[in-house]
């Protein structure tokens, strides 16, 4: 994986203020750029999943839903260039097949997350975290109908909580793996997966300012007595 920088190399040029009126204490500070090319922040957004897969996973298993990993494979002579290609044309038709039959005759909710993964090759395969029943021969069998590769398993998740585990192995490889096409997600979620959004600090209130109107507030606060810590990134 590639070291992980002491903070944001591409911070954004907005400003953003944050106080806590109870601990008279503020903050001003650039939001980080969330780029995964980003060392700083392809760490922080791996642990962002993480935190997702695992509460969504957490929510999933308590509603009753069965969890498991899939892994799909592309064709044995592919390229990094057709198995990038090829996989927006596949992975839809594949998902609705997997949507269908997951859930025809109410049986059962269709929603998941997917990791592209690319091998040293360059070439693409992908893991999925799905609630759904469909097993290795399914996907055996319909991968390779929608463009996929024939080595394709479904396997039951025991745990839920080894869903972050997943997360957390295969979005390492792909951070150290840079060679992706501009703007290419390396993670992705059905819009069923739940959002559970990260508990934010209590007490604190965050505004965008611009850069002028941060140093007058910088200036305001220090006057009434609070304690600020300017964290914008010196050039």
């Not at 839920?160 to 060679?179: E, F």
Request: with cysteine.
């Amino acid at each position: 994986m590639i070291k992980s920088a002491s903070r944001c190399t591409q911070e954004k040029t907005i400003t953003m203020v944050g106080i806590n009126a109870e601990k008279k204490e503020a903050v001003i500070f650039n939001p980080r750029c969330k780029s995964w090319k980003c060392p700083y922040c392809a760490e922080k957004n791996s642990q962002d999943w993480q935190y997702r897969v695992l509460k969504g996973a957490l929510e999933l298993s308590a509603q009753g839903h069965a969890l498991r990993f899939i892994t799909l494979t592309s064709r044995t002579y592919a390229t990094p260039t057709t198995s990038l290609y090829y996989f927006k044309q596949n992975w839809p038709k594949l998902q609705r097949r997997a949507k269908y039959n997951t859930e025809k005759n109410g049986a059962g909710l269709w929603t998941y997350i997917i990791i592209p993964e690319q091998h040293k090759t360059g070439v693409l395969h992908c893991h999925l975290i799905a609630t759904t029943d469909l097993t290795s021969r399914w996907w055996h069998d319909n991968g390779y109908a929608c463009g996929f590769g024939f080595q394709n398993k479904s396997i039951p998740v025991e745990n839920p909580v080894g869903c972050a585990g997943y997360v957390t192995k295969y979005l390492a490889k792909s951070i150290a793996y840079n060679q992706w096409p501009p703007k290419f997600r390396r993670i992705r979620a059905s819009q069923k997966w739940p959002v559970v959004a990260k508990p934010k600090p209590e007490g604190w209130e965050y505004k965008a300012h611009t850069d002028e109107s941060a140093w007058f507030e910088y200036f305001l606060l220090k006057d009434y007595g609070y304690k600020v810590t300017d964290q914008r990134r010196e050039e």
